[in-house]
């Protein structure tokens, strides 16, 4: 019998076998190769902790949202959950109670009954160690922003050369990362998307570091026979993936963070089963999405899915433990009371003595001990789960805010969200270079870089094509990313959501457009005219983005400029 010979390249070249092809690049680069991996993301990264932890504490106030995170993250601290606050806690009814922290007031000043939080308290776990290490002042609840954010360039920079073997792309996708206003700015605030970003990025970076993994343990255990490699039947079974169960973790905390990380755990999750059928495919397993299903689905499910919720009701664990006083103050909620039955109509009242039906079953039961105790905990978690979904999926219907956006334009930038600005500065101000006639103006916009946004869409209807046309996982990877992260908010355009929510999409714009600028640049290192013009196009998008980005550094940073400067850099009417 005759042996079938291997393809060949276009150039001549042996394709190599399927268990050569599993083993990744990154494995065969020199011990020098392996520190330039490292200390060239690690020297980016503090470069983006240093512009980020410039003048963090510039507005000295709460500005926009803080008033929520960094006053919960202040009680999660002190408290072990988060209190309502007074009102007043200096006894000067002038000062409100933001007013009275900021001037050294912080101890006291809670009312001793739970709050109704309605995101879960990771993020704010993260701001209270600012706080703790800092104190309470702006600087102290954003320096867990700033830190997580310089962060996400490390991550980056590495989850794109694991994709590409190319140290100096995965430094252009981190490059493009911490270039990004949006993201810049979030990292200076104390919010709590810069953190559901960031568990996110953890989580995909495990996610490709598994099927890094996964591929060539599979090879490990091929039997290489002439003709390449032949595996039968149900192929091996791997129980334990350790990047696997990473990515659990990291999905559970950022669930823990914001509960929209469920939809990208949810398309990244099958996302993943198709990759693991796809490398027992490659080594001549037949019908390999029924047997992936069943042999990397299930223990990928337990990973991911199993994991994530374990590490998820453990991020709740103060509220858990007080949970006796969420069932006596919050059992009756103007959420769980929500009787609205058209699109905008609502009623909301706090259940009296003769509206006990309404509250949670739990706060009339006797108190358990032990087993018991947990699980009646655990029972009245899940009605406050009811309603806090209440609230975002209801409650806030027809409501209007003066920054809302349509998540359909969240791309093209239509809205950005203005969160502390300071107007009419008069020209006689220090610093202020205005005109007497004019004035001047000091702004934190969350605007994201119009150039790699922009840029960043083409990337995206690239990635669709490569995806598709070249059969390429990692443009998969762009494309189910961004979507998972951008598709799901469309079902909640009826209330107010903003366009910084769309940071969770940036990780996956930066993978679309690196690997778009490596395409350009192609694989061969040897001089050519494609290799020129691809370094051409792509140098001068990273330095379009720098300018770009230095042009909007004063209305990201709150600096003092010109009415006609401010003017300058609002490119649209809407962006006022």
């Known amino acids: 019998m005759t042996v079938a010979g291997l393809s060949r390249t276009a150039l001549g070249q042996r394709v190599p076998l399927a268990v050569d092809r599993a083993i990744s690049p990154l494995r065969r680069l020199s011990g020098r190769q392996r520190l330039v991996g490292w200390l060239a993301p690690i020297a980016l990264t503090l470069l983006a902790f240093g512009m980020r932890v410039v003048g963090l504490g510039n507005p000295h106030r709460f500005a926009f949202d803080e008033?929520?995170?960094?006053?919960?993250?202040?009680?999660?601290?002190?408290?072990?959950?988060?209190?309502?606050?007074?009102?007043?806690?200096?006894?000067?009814?002038?000062?409100?109670?933001?007013?009275?922290?900021?001037?050294?007031?912080?101890?006291?000043?809670?009312?001793?009954?739970?709050?109704?939080?309605?995101?879960?308290?990771?993020?704010?776990?993260?701001?209270?160690?600012?706080?703790?290490?800092?104190?309470?002042?702006?600087?102290?609840?954003?320096?867990?922003?700033?830190?997580?954010?310089?962060?996400?360039?490390?991550?980056?920079?590495?989850?794109?050369?694991?994709?590409?073997?190319?140290?100096?792309?995965?430094?252009?996708?981190?490059?493009?990362?911490?270039?990004?206003?949006?993201?810049?700015v979030l990292s200076r605030l104390a919010l709590l998307d810069i953190f559901l970003a960031f568990f996110l990025l953890c989580a995909v970076h495990c996610l490709v570091a598994d099927r890094d993994w996964h591929r060539a343990r599979l090879a490990s255990l091929a039997r290489r026979t002439e003709c390449g490699v032949a595996l039968t039947g149900w192929g091996p079974r791997i129980l334990f993936r350790p990047w696997l169960l990473a990515a659990g973790v990291c999905f559970g905390l950022a669930c823990g963070t914001k509960w929209t990380a469920l939809y990208p755990l949810a398309a990244l999750g099958v996302l993943c089963w198709f990759w693991s059928s796809g490398a027992r495919r490659?080594?001549?397993?037949?019908?390999?999405?029924?047997?992936?299903?069943?042999?990397?689905?299930?223990?990928?499910?337990?990973?991911?899915?199993?994991?994530?919720?374990?590490?998820?009701?453990?991020?709740?664990?103060?509220?858990?433990?007080?949970?006796?006083?969420?069932?006596?103050?919050?059992?009756?909620?103007?959420?769980?009371?929500?009787t609205g039955q058209g699109h905008c109509e609502k009623e909301s009242y706090v259940a009296t003595d003769l509206d006990k039906d309404a509250a949670w079953p739990t706060a009339t039961e006797k108190d358990a001990h032990g087993v018991g105790e947990i699980w009646q905990s655990l029972r009245s978690l899940w009605y406050y789960h009811q309603d806090v979904y209440t609230f975002h999926t209801h409650f806030l219907n027809c409501s209007t805010h003066f920054y809302q956006s349509k998540p359909s334009s969240w791309l093209l930038i239509n809205r950005p969200v203005g969160v502390a600005v300071t107007n009419d500065i008069s020209p006689d101000t220090p610093g202020c270079d205005a005109p007497a006639s004019s004035n001047c103006i000091k702004q934190v916009i969350l605007l994201p870089t119009p150039v790699l946004w922009w840029g960043g869409v083409v990337a995206l209807l690239f990635s669709v094509v490569m995806w598709i046309g070249a059969r390429d996982w990692r443009y998969g990877l762009a494309v189910v990313?961004?979507?998972?992260?951008?598709?799901?908010?469309?079902?909640?355009?009826?209330?107010?959501?903003?366009?910084?929510?769309?940071?969770?999409?940036?990780?996956?714009?930066?993978?679309?457009?690196?690997?778009?600028?490596?395409?350009?640049?192609?694989?061969?290192?040897?001089?050519s005219r494609r290799r020129t013009l691809g370094v051409i196009v792509g140098g001068a998008f990273l330095i379009l983005t720098l300018v770009n980005f230095a042009w909007f550094w004063p209305i990201w940073t709150n600096k003092m400029i010109t009415h006609s400067e401010w003017l300058d850099r609002i490119w649209f009417s809407r962006w006022v």
């Open 67 to 184: 008033t929520y995170y960094a006053k919960d993250a202040w009680s999660l601290l002190n408290n072990g959950f988060i209190e309502t606050y007074l009102s007043d806690a200096d006894g000067n009814a002038k000062t409100d109670i933001n007013a009275d922290i900021l001037n050294g007031h912080t101890q006291n000043v809670w009312t001793g009954d739970p709050s109704l939080a309605v995101h879960p308290d990771v993020g704010k776990w993260l701001i209270a160690l600012g706080e703790k290490a800092f104190g309470v002042d702006p600087f102290g609840w954003r320096i867990a922003s700033a830190v997580v954010g310089a962060l996400m360039v490390l991550v980056m920079c590495r989850l794109v050369r694991r994709m590409t073997g190319s140290t100096m792309l995965g430094c252009v996708a981190g490059a493009l990362l911490m270039l990004d206003g949006l993201q810049f």
């Open 282 to 338: 490659s080594l001549g397993i037949r019908w390999p999405l029924l047997k992936g299903a069943l042999l990397d689905g299930v223990p990928a499910f337990l990973s991911l899915v199993v994991v994530g919720l374990f590490v998820y009701v453990a991020t709740w664990g103060g509220w858990l433990a007080h949970a006796d006083q969420y069932e006596d103050k919050l059992s009756a909620t103007q959420y769980r009371q929500y």
């Open 481 to 527: 990313g961004a979507l998972s992260t951008w598709l799901p908010w469309m079902q909640y355009d009826d209330r107010p959501i903003f366009l910084f929510y769309a940071i969770a999409i940036l990780p996956f714009t930066v993978i679309a457009l690196t690997l778009s600028i490596g395409t350009l640049i192609g694989p061969s290192r040897a001089p």
